[in-house]
């Protein structure tokens, strides 16, 4: 069981909005501990996708989005488009166990 | 081209050992912490181990006192020496270069990953 908690699936249409949450607690998100997010296309190694909650690397399209709420994150995704398709993890810092903690990933299908 | 390219995974039995290694070209290294993380095959990302640009290392529970990071900044390489090791620690090891900052650290360069198998 992850320290992290995100939805196994989400889907969507081409086109449309998806929201994926990344929910924590007062040892991790809640304590104030930044939020990124990677994407992980099958057979290849992650990719970072959002870091410090809402700031995009060069080169990642600004229909990705992340934001935060007490203790939950989320990353948010417009203008979906069939290559979006791949799976999505949260990671964040947990301070009771002084480690670095992911989501179990969310599964993004574009129908 | 920046990049980090993994080596040294390959099938140990249970209770064996192994040291995968992790190359890093196209940055300076010795300027980054530098960190592995895992994951076993339809699973999630696991944090493994990370050392700072002091060489301060780092470890979650599940394998302190079984896995040792290290670093070679002349050489641009990073290890991580797998001691004892479970059925549990199969898994594509991935070495990833971290950001650090006050709120945390992410991971913004990924190797392609090197599978470790243990089996008898």
């Known amino acids: 069981q992850s320290v992290l908690t995100q939805p196994p699936s989400v889907s969507g249409a081409p086109g449309q909005r998806v929201t994926i949450s990344c929910t924590g607690s007062s040892s991790n998100i809640g304590a104030g501990y930044d939020v990124n997010w990677y994407l992980q296309l099958p057979g290849t190694a992650p990719k970072l996708l959002i870091y410090?909650?809402?700031n995009r690397p060069s080169g990642v399209p600004d229909r990705f989005s992340g934001s935060r709420s007490g203790a939950s994150a989320s990353l948010a995704i417009t203008g979906l488009q069939a290559e979006d398709e791949a799976d999505y993890y949260c990671q964040s810092y947990d301070t009771t166990l002084s480690a670095s903690v992911f989501g179990g990933g969310t599964k993004l299908t574009v129908l | 081209e920046v990049q980090l390219v993994e080596s040294g995974g390959g099938l140990v039995q249970p209770g064996g050992s192994l040291r995968l290694s992790c190359t890093a070209s196209g940055f300076t290294f010795r300027n980054y912490d530098i960190h592995w993380v895992r994951q076993a095959t339809g699973k999630g990302l696991e944090w493994v181990s990370g050392?700072?640009?002091?060489?301060?290392?780092y470890y979650p529970g599940s394998v302190k006192g079984r896995f040792t990071i290290s670093r070679e900044n002349a050489k641009n390489s990073l290890y991580l020496q797998m001691n004892n090791l479970r059925a549990g620690d199969r898994a594509v090891y991935y070495c990833a270069r971290a950001q650090s900052t006050a709120d945390g650290w992410y991971f913004d360069l990924w190797g392609r990953g090197t599978l470790v198998t243990v089996s008898s």
């Open positions: 410090g909650y809402t």
């Open positions: 050392i700072g640009t002091a060489g301060d290392p």
